[in-house]
């Protein structure tokens, strides 16, 4: 209903409850249907909680494994290799230069060890294959 005012008509609430489109609640006049605030809270933060469960990696399956840094830039190199390998037999030559300028990069990330233990064979070995090939 419209109640008036010195200004103009002014809209007046009645018993109903009004419904939020947000909580998409509806109206119902029965109170079992409708949730309270607390309800409604626990609800969100289940609905949270759900989105935010961590689920640890350290299970006894799993163990972690330490590997040296010379194992991990030699393996960074190998990886590059087989790319290289794979792209000369498709002869996609443009990508090899790329992929022999990434191989240089990790050569040089692996400065320390190749300052120690030498050039890898593997190394010298790609770089032969890619001169025999072209």
């Known amino acids: 209903t419209w ?6 008509l002014v809209p007046t609430t009645t018993n109903k ?3 939020s489109k947000f909580f998409a609640t509806g109206d119902s006049d029965s109170e079992s249907e409708e ?3 607390e309800e409604e809270e626990k609800d969100l933060n289940q609905t949270n909680a759900k989105h935010f469960v961590y689920e640890s990696s350290d299970s006894e399956e799993e163990k972690r494994v ?3 840094q010379k194992d991990k830039r030699f393996e960074a190199m190998q ?3 087989k790319q290289v390998k794979n792209h000369v037999k498709i002869n996609d030559w443009t990508t090899v230069l790329k992929d022999i300028d990434q191989l240089n990069k990790e050569l040089a990330k692996a400065k320390n060890v190749v300052e120690k233990e030498g050039v890898p064979k593997f190394y010298w070995k790609t770089l032969v294959m890619l001169d ?3």
């Open 35 to 37: 949730l309270t605030e």
């Open 132 to 134: 025999n090939t072209s």
């Open 3 to 8: 109640g008036s005012q010195s200004t103009g």
């Open 17 to 19: 409850k009004m419904s």
């Open 79 to 81: 990886n590059v290799i």
């Open 66 to 68: 330490v590997r040296s």
